[in-house]
């Protein structure tokens, strides 16, 4: 009985939010995508007409589109307002994917193109997202605006597990954070709970290429992950995470202290 907004539900962890949350004929859910007719497409052929859901476009990356999406949601979700916000959508570079920082060394070019686009899309992006759907979230119930961060911007991890892969794109989540936290500054007194969860280690079909190099980046990572958290058995699936998300953010409240707070699909600093 509730309505969602969530971006980037073309593939990966969007599309499996997109099939739990449609899967209720009573949850209404809008998703915003940057090709509406290829994911129409898709969301007609993996879920079949489902009359709950509702595909508009809206790049993170272009304002106008997020703001033509913010009025097309609310001609949709009327009276109801909007109960949850899930800032889903992200761009996750191959430039630092695998290698260590050192390697963005002599790559100063790609560097400075790679980190204008994650800070426009992934910070920027979200915070214009946030301030065109706020009066939607303001209307509805729940009023819970959720951010997927990732736990490669904990600073224990990073530090403890020697974590020296990814730099630019946990940077722009690490910022992202710090933009959740000052949401949540300014309007939990409004009863909005802004919240940043990272959503494990998860399979979205990312490693199905890399090259001899790249796996070996990963093998140093997963190594190391393994030494943090013992019972870890590789990257779970979409469905576990999301399953693990929606419970967290069920249980997550602006009186139990979740305010702008960072943690992971466990509800806590367990990043895998
Ligand atoms: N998978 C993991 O292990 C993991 C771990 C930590 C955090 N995360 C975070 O979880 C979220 C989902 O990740 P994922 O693994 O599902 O990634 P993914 O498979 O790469 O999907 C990313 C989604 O974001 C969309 N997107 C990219 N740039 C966009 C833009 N400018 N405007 C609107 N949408 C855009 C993509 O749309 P297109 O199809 O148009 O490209 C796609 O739907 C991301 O925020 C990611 O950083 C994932």
């Known amino acids: 009985m509730s309505v969602y907004v969530v971006t980037g539900v073309s593939r990966g962890i969007g599309l499996e939010f997109l099939k739990q949350l449609s899967e209720d004929p009573k949850n209404l859910i809008v998703g915003l995508v940057r090709d509406k007719v290829a994911t129409e497409q898709k969301v007609a052929t993996e879920l079949g007409g489902r009359p709950n859901v509702h595909i508009l476009h809206g790049d993170l990356a272009n304002y106008a589109t997020l703001k033509q999406a913010a009025a097309d949601t609310a001609d949709i979700v009327g009276e109801r307002g909007?109960?949850?916000?899930?800032?889903?959508?992200?761009?996750?570079?191959?430039?630092?994917?695998?290698g260590p920082i050192g390697a963005l060394?002599?790559?100063?070019?790609?560097?400075?193109?790679?980190?204008?686009?994650?800070?426009?899309?992934n910070v920027i992006g979200n915070m214009h997202l946030f301030h065109l759907f706020l009066p939607l979230v303001l209307k509805g119930?729940?009023?819970?605006?959720?951010?997927?961060?990732?736990?490669?911007?904990?600073?224990?991890?990073?530090?403890?597990?020697?974590?020296?892969?990814?730099?630019?794109?946990?940077?722009s989540k690490a910022a992202m954070n710090v933009i959740v936290a000052k949401f949540n500054a300014q309007y939990k007194k409004d009863?909005?709970?802004?919240?940043?969860?990272?959503?494990?280690?998860?399979?979205?079909?990312?490693?199905?290429?890399?090259?001899?190099?790249?796996?070996?980046?990963?093998?140093?990572?997963?190594?190391?992950l393994l030494a943090y958290a013992p019972h870890f058995k590789g990257p779970i699936t979409p469905e576990e995470s999301v399953r693990h998300i929606r419970s967290t953010w069920e249980k997550a409240s602006i009186e139990g202290g979740f305010g702008g707070a960072f943690v992971s699909h466990l509800g806590n600093k367990q990043w895998v």
């Open 191 to 224: 009863g909005v709970l802004f919240l940043s969860i990272s959503p494990g280690f998860v399979e979205v079909g990312r490693y199905t290429d890399v090259t001899p190099e790249e796996a070996q980046g990963m093998t140093g990572f997963v190594g190391n």
């Open 105 to 121: 060394a002599d790559k100063v070019e790609e560097v400075e193109a790679v980190s204008s686009q994650l800070w426009q899309t």
């Open 141 to 171: 119930h729940v009023k819970k605006v959720i951010t997927l961060s990732t736990g490669m911007a904990d600073l224990d991890l990073i530090n403890n597990c020697e974590v020296d892969i990814a730099g630019l794109y946990a940077a």
């Open 82 to 98: 909007v109960d949850y916000l899930v800032a889903n959508g992200g761009l996750v570079p191959h430039l630092d994917a695998y």
